[in-house]
């Protein structure tokens, strides 16, 4: 985990410096660009943590979950000891169980580390899936938990919320450079109306790359929580859970947690967008997950 999180910021901070040398080959004061780097990384890392470390309560709070403190009936019992088995195979403090009210089959996990966790069920899962499924479905939600899904998640946000901060800032520096620079067009102050034309494209075409480069990290880990799921319980389990999936109504969880879900919404704000592709669903489908498992496509 730690050899993670550091090999992102080394990357983050290598890219960072790399462009500040190449702007400041262009006349921009070291210095200047220097203040700009360190001040695109405190905002850009400081949501995405903050958002990181506040995850289980916010995610939990926000499909009226509740947890399991001590178990009501056999099924609760059952889903605990689960947890517990599946926690101590793979060597992590057993996550906190919670379980949520929601017509859909579905379950997330976060946290902000793999000791400090957070499982939650839906009743739509409990009430129609099989336990093999269920179990299946836990241990999907496990390898997200080891494998630290959420901590990478926060600093690829991180990463690119920075680069998305760092070179609007630096356009809107050149901008005004650029116009300050021609007195004709200086006395009529052009840098607002091409600060206020041109940045703000920027900053959209940003965000769409940034889109797509989570989007595609998105359907990745779902694919290795998948293939770690096929090791803990057995392909076929995992296999027929992804298939009982197939008849869930659509997850009616809200954006805070979709993302999260085993089982995803194959649609993000930009399906008001003319374009419909894979590339921007949180999760590949059910179809090529399955096709994933039956070739060992993931599985190391």
Not at 242 to 251: A, G, I, M, N, V
Request: hydrophobic fraction near 45%.
């Amino acid at each position: 985990m730690m050899r993670r999180i550091a090999l992102f910021l080394i990357t983050n901070i290598s890219v960072m410096i790399g462009l500040g040398l190449i702007v400041s080959l262009i006349g921009m004061k070291l210095k200047t660009v220097s203040i700009i780097i360190i001040l695109a990384g405190i905002c850009g890392f400081s949501g995405a943590v903050i958002s990181l470390l506040l995850s289980k309560s916010l995610a939990v709070s926000s499909v009226g979950g509740k947890y399991i403190d001590k178990p009501k009936d056999e099924l609760e019992s059952w889903l605990l000891q689960i947890i517990r088995n599946q926690a101590k195979y793979i060597g992590i403090v057993m996550p906190k169980v919670a379980i949520y009210t929601a017509e859909d089959m579905n379950a997330f996990a976060t946290g902000a580390t793999c000791n400090n966790s957070v499982i939650a069920v839906s009743t739509g899962l409990l009430k129609n899936m099989k336990k093999e499924q269920i179990e299946a479905v836990l241990a999907h939600e496990m390898s997200h938990i080891v494998n630290g899904d959420m901590v990478t998640m926060t600093l690829l946000q991180g990463i690119v919320n920075t680069m998305i901060i760092f070179i609007g800032h630096i356009m809107s520096q050149i901008t005004s450079r650029l116009s300050s620079s021609n007195p004709r067009l200086s006395k009529t102050k052009p840098e607002n109306m091409i600060y206020f034309m041109i940045i703000p494209i920027l900053q959209s075409v940003l965000g769409v790359l940034a889109t797509l480069i989570t989007m595609w990290f998105s359907r990745r880990r779902e694919f290795y929580a998948d293939a770690g799921a096929a090791k803990m319980v057995g392909a076929e389990k995992m296999i027929a859970a992804l298939e009982r999936l197939k008849s869930s109504c659509e997850p009616k969880e809200n954006n805070l947690v979709k993302a999260f879900c085993i089982h995803g919404s194959n649609s993000t704000n930009m399906t008001k967008l003319p374009i419909h592709s894979e590339l921007f669903h949180t999760h590949p489908s059910l179809e090529k997950r399955i096709v994933a498992l039956r070739t060992k496509q993931y599985l190391k």
